[in-house]
């Protein structure tokens, strides 16, 4: 602040500078001080990392200006692609309750129940995690249910399997197509000594299956 009201009073850089008894002095407090605001902040930043472990995914600057607007929740949306995997935004109600996620391709998951934000950034995206997990093991329960019921029906391998389709996430309903297929192969191998003619009927199958997924 004197350095600065000298420069106000006497704009001439050889003057201020002639004056080295102050500059001296003054500088190597105030590069001090900046050396232990510094690690006051790495420290802080370093806090933070550790208490929400993904946040090593983001640089410094990124992380600051995340904790810069921890009362707006919105402020996470251009990092959320680097802390998680492939989730590209947030929607948020009127009450700034998360209610879903987007994918970078569009596709969307409504969470099973509003999330509330917080002003401690850590606290509700630690919550917003735990939550999206919950609604996975939900939409996966769902899927293994439909599955199950599936199995048996030959019409499902030919007209069913696009319903299927567009009724889960997109990863959650190829992990069921590989789960079925998984079970047809265990069929296909434990009947095989009594049926030589289930390893062309469990094909003929599959070939239809893929035959409704290039189709659609």
Same mark, same amino acid.
């Given at each position: 602040q004197k350095i600065m009201k000298s420069v106000e009073e006497g704009p001439n850089l050889v003057k201020i500078t002639a004056n080295g008894e102050m500059l001296s002095n003054m500088l190597p407090h105030l590069r001090t001080y900046l050396d232990l605001c510094q690690k006051s902040l790495v420290g802080y930043i370093h806090n933070k990392r550790v208490a929400f472990p993904r946040f090593f995914f983001l640089s410094d600057a990124q992380l600051l200006d995340i904790l810069g607007h921890g009362t707006d929740p919105s402020s996470i949306q251009p990092h959320l692609i680097n802390?998680?995997?492939?989730?590209?935004?947030?929607?948020?109600?009127?009450?700034?309750?998360?209610?879903?996620?987007?994918?970078?391709?569009?596709?969307?998951?409504?969470?099973?129940?509003?999330?509330?934000?917080?002003?401690?950034?850590?606290?509700?995206?630690?919550?917003?995690?735990?939550?999206?997990?919950?609604?996975?093991?939900?939409?996966?329960?769902?899927?293994?249910?439909?599955?199950?019921?599936?199995?048996?029906?030959?019409?499902? #391998? /030919?007209?069913?399997?696009?319903?299927?389709?567009? =009724?889960?996430? @997109?990863?959650?309903?190829?992990? $069921?197509?590989?789960?079925? #297929? /998984?079970?047809?192969?265990?069929?296909?191998?434990? =009947?095989?000594? @009594?049926?030589?003619?289930?390893? $062309?009927?469990?094909?003929?199958?599959?070939?239809t299956m893929l035959d409704a997924l290039v189709q659609m």
């Open positions: 802390l998680t995997a492939n989730v590209m935004a947030l929607t948020f109600d009127s009450r700034n309750h998360v209610v879903e996620w987007m994918s970078s391709e569009g596709e969307s998951v409504r969470l099973l129940n509003a999330m509330p934000t917080d002003p401690d950034i850590v606290l509700w995206m630690s919550r917003f995690l735990v939550s999206m997990r919950k609604t996975l093991r939900f939409i996966c329960a769902r899927m293994y249910e439909e599955i199950h019921r599936c199995f048996e029906s030959d019409s499902f #391998w /030919t007209t069913e399997v696009s319903n299927f389709m567009h =009724s889960f996430p @997109a990863q959650t309903a190829l992990l $069921g197509l590989q789960m079925l #297929w /998984t079970q047809d192969c265990e069929t296909m191998l434990l =009947s095989y000594r @009594a049926d030589k003619m289930v390893v $062309g009927s469990k094909l003929k199958r599959a070939k």
